[in-house]
């Protein structure tokens, strides 16, 4: 049993345990409820305490009004002491490439394109100069295709090959950097909408120490269910949750696919339902660890991505923290602390089932 400074112990020191700010912006807006500012969501993740245990650090959304994408070194320097001021760290960040945010969609091989590539770039230089400040020991810029799904299948070759191409120049961009870009495996992305798809996107680039996957545990479990791509379905049709053989061999035949890719990883819950909030398209729900209508067993469902040969190995140590998404929750279930401790102890009960030491 290892200390962590607050006079508690932990079963291991590996990965650290890290809270997503970006719940704070992500569906919400002028059509929905207002953003949470980031200082709100530092003191949330800051303040959360299971038998003593903390968080180790937050991931961060670069846009506005959290993190702007065009901050300076200053501003950088001063969100680097409000983290650490907080005894926290920055981990992945995600990078804005929608076209709503100043990016673009990568199958667009002109304005697009270069759009997306300007918003890498400039999230690669913030994961950088964290880096150099001290405040971000591990992860990764998180990426998609900015695109949906139905613009995807107007040419699904040929636009699969062009997000392919989108995604090796920016691989360039992040290696130039120093930093790794990792995809996010969700079902409103086109080009990524599926299991098979995805797989298929990643050996197109073919550069898996550059560009790697990212599996959330919420939106991976709608690959099984072949949500905008019937044909893709693992699941069967009339699939009953109550058979969790089922659930566990799908998720192996995932799993076994995508693991070898993946270098950052979102513990979640997901009721099976697809919600969207906001500009948000629709997408996987996220739950509450407890929620009733969850259909994962957490710390059971998460050893298929973090253990090799089926979920029943050794611990990959493919990243060294992994990272809580609950995004679209209601601002008052994110204001209550008792929201946050209940997250950490689901974050606690998969490192104590699959962690590891330095």
Known sequence: MLGNGNGATTAHA???LHNAAWPGVVGKGPDSEPPIDLDTMLDLTAAARVDGVG????DLFLYDPHVSIDSTTE???ALADRVRSRNLVIGSVVAPVW???GGGPALDEGEGRARFLQQVRKAC???KTLKELGIRPYG??????ACSPAQWAEDPQGNQAKIAETFKQAAAIAR????????????????MHSWRVMVDLLERVGQPETLGFQADMAHTLLYTLGHNAPEDRILPEDYDWSDLATLDQALITLTDALRPWTIDFHVAQNDATVFGSGSHDKTGRHCLPNDPNGKLDIPRHARFWLRDH???GQPTKAFQHICWDGCMFPNAVMMKPETWNSILSAMLSVRNAHGWDA
Do not use: M, N, Y
Request: hydrophobic share 35%; glycine share 18%; net charge negative.
């Open 14 to 16: 590996f990965p650290k």
């Open 99 to 101: 076209p709503p945010t």
């Open 75 to 77: 501003d950088l320097k």
């Open 125 to 127: 230089g913030i994961a």
């Open 176 to 191: 130039d950097h120093g930093e790794r870009l990792a995809a996010e495996g969700e079902i409103c992305w086109g080009g």
């Open 310 to 312: 089926h979920g029943e």
């Open 140 to 145: 990764v810029v998180r990426i998609d295709s």
């Open 55 to 58: 968080f180790d650090g937050v």
